[in-house]
């Protein structure tokens, strides 16, 4: 008896540190991921269209961590910008031509997405996964006009936040055993805030550093 009490034991025990370590490896932090990104923001028109709806400079990034064999989540952290633009123009009205009118635009976003991810495909090493949930986006702008429509100069800054809905794709491939490298493609929609009804397309690229 005390012979099978013992094997009892040592069955259970061995079956709850192999059921941990399987959980080891499904569930908690994953990866970081750091990405270049390339956006675009349009009201339902073109995309990418360079001084247009093209944000062009964009790095990110983000921490994955595992709730089971298929889904994880991740949040993270983006910087986008379209830089320094600069436009010399005019405006001809019922009171004549206004003259040179230069404009100077510089615009930057800074993300915070929250994202629910699905694993659809896991041939090893390439891994594909359906990624879904919110973003909230604030918005810096500094405009400047010399003169403005008024014939005076203007300079507008200020700050704005929205939020949005994304579904997408990521896929990852593990080149070594810590890293790898990935690719994202994302459309959202701006529900609520200064966006409100523009959609977004965020393309990224990078490399993940994997913690287990």
């Given at each position: 008896?005390?012979?099978?009490?013992?094997?009892?034991?040592?069955?259970?025990?061995?079956?709850?540190?192999?059921k941990?370590?399987t959980?080891?490896?499904?569930t908690?932090?994953?990866?970081?991921?750091?990405?270049?990104?390339?956006?675009?923001?349009?009201a339902?028109?073109?995309?990418?269209?360079?001084n247009?709806?093209?944000?062009?400079i964009?790095?990110?990034?983000?921490?994955?961590?595992?709730?089971?064999?298929?889904?994880s989540?991740?949040?993270?952290?983006?910087?986008?910008?379209?830089?320094?633009?600069?436009?010399?123009?005019?405006?001809?009205?019922?009171?004549?031509?206004?003259?040179?009118?230069?404009?100077?635009?510089?615009?930057?976003?800074?993300?915070?997405?929250?994202h629910i991810?699905y694993?659809?495909?896991?041939?090893?090493?390439?891994?594909?996964?359906?990624?879904?949930?919110?973003?909230?986006?604030?918005?810096?702008?500094?405009?400047?006009?010399?003169?403005g429509?008024?014939?005076?100069?203007?300079?507008?800054?200020g700050?704005?936040?929205?939020t949005?809905l994304?579904?997408?794709l990521i896929?990852?491939?593990?080149?070594?055993?810590?890293?790898?490298?990935?690719?994202?493609?994302?459309?959202?929609?701006?529900?609520?805030?200064?966006?409100?009804?523009?959609?977004?397309?965020?393309?990224?690229v990078?490399?993940?550093?994997?913690?287990?």
């Open positions: 008896m005390k012979t099978k009490s013992v094997i009892i034991i040592l069955i259970l025990v061995c079956s709850i540190s192999l941990s370590q959980m080891e490896k499904t908690g932090f994953s990866d970081m991921k750091f990405s270049y990104i390339i956006s675009s923001m349009s339902g028109g073109n995309h990418f269209e360079i247009e709806t093209m944000i062009p964009g790095i990110g990034w983000e921490m994955t961590y595992n709730l089971s064999k298929r889904f989540t991740n949040i993270g952290i983006e910087f986008r910008t379209t830089g320094k633009r600069i436009l010399d123009s005019f405006v001809i009205s019922e009171w004549g031509y206004s003259g040179p009118i230069h404009n100077e635009y510089r615009d930057i976003y800074l993300d915070i997405p929250f991810n694993k659809i495909l896991n041939t090893r090493p390439f891994k594909v996964h359906l990624s879904s949930g919110p973003k909230e986006t604030f918005y810096f702008y500094n405009n400047y006009y010399n003169p429509y008024d014939g005076k100069e203007h300079r507008l800054k700050t704005t936040s929205s949005g994304d579904f997408g896929e990852t491939l593990k080149i070594f055993k810590q890293f790898g490298i990935f690719s994202s493609q994302y459309y959202g929609y701006y529900l609520f805030g200064h966006f409100s009804e523009l959609e977004s397309v965020d393309l990224k990078g490399l993940t550093y994997n913690f287990k």
